[in-house]
């Protein structure tokens, strides 16, 4: 048998410029370059551990003790999240796109019995959960939410804060209140808020859990740690039934993370081998975070945001999303139909946008850590190259126009 070598990796710099992953901070590739080796109990390791859990109940504005983060992407912290969800457990999650469509799927795999399993066993239909679908580009309002716990009242309510398949901000004041009034305890996917948006979880009382990620709003995604956070309701509701996992167990977890039986303590024990070099970009990423300050942070998103939006309006298209830090539109009707083209001809030039993963297809441009006049510039200037390449109508001198109209005076950073 010949050995087969390949040459090294060699991976070019693009513009990261989709819904995500975000532009990875140099601060934070400079934290996770620089980490000495050292394993997963040494004091220094087990220190930023701690000083992440701090620093994450604060950006996320929180007390709740089991705050901290699971290692892997979001997926990992969801799945973390969902672990408390037994068989037969009564469920209704909302769906408007891509992501949460795969959370309701997930709270479906929980959920099914063995037998519902046997029948489908990847797409088990659960009888105990109930998917509200919300078409694609619409919100899950508070008064959806309601209707529908107050239908079924089940014990676990689902919803994606931010819906970045459609690029839709939910209502999380409704579904907090939905579900404080039916007695339900709710869960949600912060993937794409947190970092950007400035909230705070214990103003949501209805909410016992929620997911984020590293590669988002956090600017970190050399592979790390997604948070997540419980209230003392989801521990006990987990302490009586158990989990069928014991790596994203939350109880096990939070324990490598200073927390064990609800109270910090001063170290860590063991759960699995986390990575210095892991730890010391996501320190970085946290303290990055609350420099910037979220108040600060979210502001200059939706400005960015909203420069990009009208530029892209200019260009002829149609913006149908209302996230700050992600522009989904619809093509100049000339163009329609012509999406993966368009994307696949950005991309091969190192300007990575996406299309949309579920119908419809749509354009999806993303900001993340694009918070300055000269990337936005650049994103618009080679969105509207690609226009014209398809054969579009652009007056690059209005364009340009309207960036200096927008940036000529106020907005230097
Ligand atoms: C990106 C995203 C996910 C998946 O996160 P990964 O880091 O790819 O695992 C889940 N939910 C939402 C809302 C997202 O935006």
Known sequence: MTVQIFSPLEIPETLAAGPGPGNTDARV????????????????????????KHMLR??????????????????????????????????????????S???????????ATPQEHAANPLDPQAASVTVIEIPHGQTVTGEKVEAALDEYKPKWAFMAHWETGSGRINDLRGFSDACERHGAMGLIDAVSSLGVEDFRIDDYPGIVGWASCPQKGLCCLPLTYAPVSFTDAYIDSLKSTGAYTYVHNPIFEARHWGIVDGQDVEK????????????????????????????????????????????????????????????????????????????QNCRARGFGIWPTL???????????????????????RLFAEAIHELGG???????????????GTSIAA
């Open 29 to 52: 590739l400079q934290a996770f370059s620089s980490a000495g080796v050292a394993d997963h109990m040494q004091g220094d390791v087990l220190r930023g551990m701690i000083e992440c």
């Open 58 to 99: 604060q950006i996320w504005g929180t007390s709740n003790t089991y705050t901290f983060a699971v290692a892997g992407t979001g997926w990992s912290g969801l799945d973390t999240m969902f672990s408390a969800v037994m068989p037969g457990d009564k469920v209704v999650a909302f769906s408007n796109g891509t992501f």
């Open 101 to 111: 469509g795969i959370d309701a799927l997930t709270l479906r795999i929980k959920a």
């Open 268 to 343: 860590g024990a063991y759960h699995r081998t986390h990575s210095g070099y892991a730890v010391a970009a996501f320190h970085e990423s946290l303290r990055l975070t609350l420099q910037d300050g979220l108040a600060k942070r979210s502001a200059l998103y939706r400005t960015h945001e909203k420069v990009l939006r009208d530029a892209v309006t200019a260009l002829g298209c149609e913006v149908t999303s209302d996230m700050p830090s992600l522009v989904v539109l619809n093509l100049p009707a000339e163009l329609a139909g012509r999406e993966m083209e368009l994307v």
């Open 358 to 380: 579920s119908a419809p297809v749509q354009v999806r441009i993303g900001i993340l850590n694009q918070l300055n006049r000269q990337a936005i510039s650049q994103i618009v």
């Open 393 to 407: 109508q652009v007056d690059f001198d209005d364009i340009d126009a309207l960036l200096q109209s927008r940036y």
